[in-house]
C-alpha cells in the first residue's frame, strides 16, 4: 500500500506508512471479533469466511477503482477488516478438534501457511505490479479472497468431520480423544 499510494497518488512514503495504520487497526479488531464468532459457531468457519471473503473481494475491487485516497482507504479498511475476521475461524475447527498433543503441530503448520503466503503475495504483487500495474496487483488479492472461500466451504466444518478426515478416534462429551501410544498400537 505505501508503494501504491506514493506512486500513484503521490502521497510521501512517511504518510503513507502513517494511513496504513487505520486498516491495521481494524484488522485487529476483526480478529478479536472473528474468534468470538468461530466460539459461538463452534467451528463452522464457512459461515464467517465465505461472507467475509466475499465482501472483501468487493471492498477490493472498490479499493482498486478508487478515485480519492480516502475512499481507497476506506475500501482498504473494509477489505482488510473482513479478512481479518476470517483468521481465528480458520484455526478453530483444527485446534477444537486435535488431540491435546498435537494442537502445537497443528497451530504451526496453519500459521506456516499464512506466513508462506505472507512472503509469497508480497513477491508476487510486486512481479504483477511491476510488469502489468497495480490492478493487476490488487486482482491478485481479490483471487486470494475468492481461493479462501472456496477453501472454507470445502474443508471440515465441525469436531467430528474434521477428526474423521484425519482417521482419528471421535471425542467423548466434546473432549478430543487422545492419540493411542505406541504400545497400544501393537
Known sequence: MPSYLSQERG???????????????????AVI?????????????RKIVVPSMSVAAV????????????????WM??????????????????????????TGAGAGLITFGGQFAGVIAPTAMGLLADRMGFGAAFG???????LAGVVAVATPQDTDSFRRSLRLPQPTDGIPAPLPVESEKA
Open 77 to 102: 479498511t473494509v477489505a482488510t477488516a473482513s479478512a481479518s475476521l476470517s483468521y481465528m475461524p480458520v484455526y478453530s475447527v483444527p485446534l477444537r478438534s486435535l488431540p491435546p498433543e498435537l
Open 33 to 45: 471479533v472473528g474468534g468470538r464468532l468461530a466460539d459461538r459457531l463452534q467451528g463452522h468457519q
Open 59 to 74: 471492498a477490493l475491487i472498490l479499493m482498486a477503482t478508487a478515485s480519492g485516497t480516502v475512499a481507497f482507504i476506506l
Open 140 to 146: 491478485f488479492l481479490v483471487l486470494g479472497a475468492v
Open 11 to 29: 502521497i510521501s512514503l512517511t504518510s503513507a506508512g502513517a494511513l496504513a495504520v487505520i486498516p491495521a487497526a481494524a484488522a485487529a479488531g
